[in-house]
């Protein structure tokens, strides 16, 4: 019955169907009238249309679920900032320096990013920093241009170059605890505008402080 309901719809392979054509054309009366009835019921067959109020009752017996929501493969904290060396007041008595390296702490939950920045005029930014989480990936945008990617050292350790513009940031991924933690560095932009429009000393033509 198998292999004559395959014959009738088609599915047997060639050497088995040439063999069953000469079986029936024998002739074998038996087969012949098993395939006659098999060939009846296959030009019977109808889609069958199934009433819409049954669909719905189905459905009802069923109900619809709603997809879990997908979480981003990147849950980003922003990282807030904890100490900036440019905000210390300087020593009584002390005169500036003229150094450029400024020093800032940033906090986001477990994570704590420390960076160290040399930001000489008119140059290139030189940022060395350090992570609490080590084997991280450090990225850095520009608003939504990646521009370079490094890891943090055995010791979470980092550093990169690069000329300031407005929108930058660091992300770093990969944390056990959050997808990625972002540092903004807006504050390398402003740093440099202001420093001359906020030195008391400017009038005086003494060396900015710093």
């Known amino acids: 019955m198998a292999a004559w309901t395959d014959f009738i719809r088609g599915l047997t392979n060639g050497s088995d169907r040439s063999e069953m054509t000469r079986h029936l054309n024998a002739p074998c009366p038996e087969c012949g009238r098993l395939v006659a009835l098999l060939g009846a019921v296959k030009e019977s067959e109808a889609p069958v249309e199934v009433p819409d109020a049954m669909v719905a009752r189905a459905r009802a017996i069923f109900p619809k679920r709603e997809a879990p929501r997908r979480e981003s493969a990147v849950e980003r904290l922003v990282a807030s900032l904890i100490f900036d060396s440019f905000t210390s007041a300087v020593p009584l008595g002390a005169r500036s320096t003229a150094s450029s390296v400024r020093r800032l702490s940033f906090g986001a939950g477990e994570t704590n990013v420390e960076l160290v ?11 060395t920093g350090t992570c609490s989480a080590t084997g991280r990936e450090v990225h850095l945008y520009e608003k939504q241009r990646l521009l370079q990617t490094v890891n943090t050292s055995v010791f979470g350790e980092f550093h990169l170059q690069f000329e300031p513009h407005k929108g930058m940031r660091l992300v770093i991924t990969n944390l056990p605890a959050r997808g990625s933690v972002e540092v903004p560095l807006d504050f390398l932009l402003p740093l440099k505008q202001k420093k001359a429009d906020l030195d008391p000393t400017r009038s ?3 060396s900015e402080i710093l």
């Open 204 to 206: 005086t033509g003494s």
């Open 117 to 127: 920045v040399d930001a000489p005029k008119g140059g290139a930014v030189t940022l």
